[in-house]
């Protein structure tokens, strides 16, 4: 029974924080994007965010934010949120589910704590902007 359920594996999907200028609070902040760089439409687009992590010796975590988006278009890109800065020292987790035709795809994506700098930065395909990439 096990053996038969087929896992489809997620492919040239995946997220990226990248660091923009914000007119609100006057200073660079933290913006997840998800990347599409399949050729295939994303149908249905539900993705799912916590944070949670251990700070000054006690336990944190956030509340769920939930996005949802109709179609994300093959080799395109969508704005999820704003990663607050104090929550850059906790894990920062995207759970990102989708269909491709009647495949639904699922992955859970984690940015762990002080993964999002400056340090760590390469250019993010599609938008061709410095970010943090994760597969």
């Avoid at 965010?49 to 700070?55: C, E, M, N, R, V």
Wanted: aromatic share 12%; glycine share 2%.
């Amino acid at each position: 029974m096990k053996k038969d359920i087929e896992i489809p594996k997620v492919e040239n999907v995946f997220l990226a924080a990248v660091q923009e200028w914000n007119d609100d609070f006057m200073e660079k902040v933290w913006y997840v994007y998800l990347i599409n760089d399949s050729d295939f439409d994303l149908d249905s687009v539900m993705v799912v965010s916590k944070a949670f992590g251990t700070l000054d010796g006690e336990m944190k975590k956030t509340s769920l934010l939930r996005h949802a988006f109709l179609q994300v278009p093959s080799v395109s890109v969508v704005k999820i949120e704003m990663i607050e800065q104090s929550v850059l020292q906790l894990n920062n987790e995207f759970m990102v589910t989708y269909f491709i035709g009647s495949t639904l795809y699922d992955k859970k994506f984690t940015f762990r704590k002080n993964m999002i700098n400056e340090r760590a930065t390469e250019e993010v395909p599609i938008l061709f902007v410095n970010g943090v990439i994760v597969r």
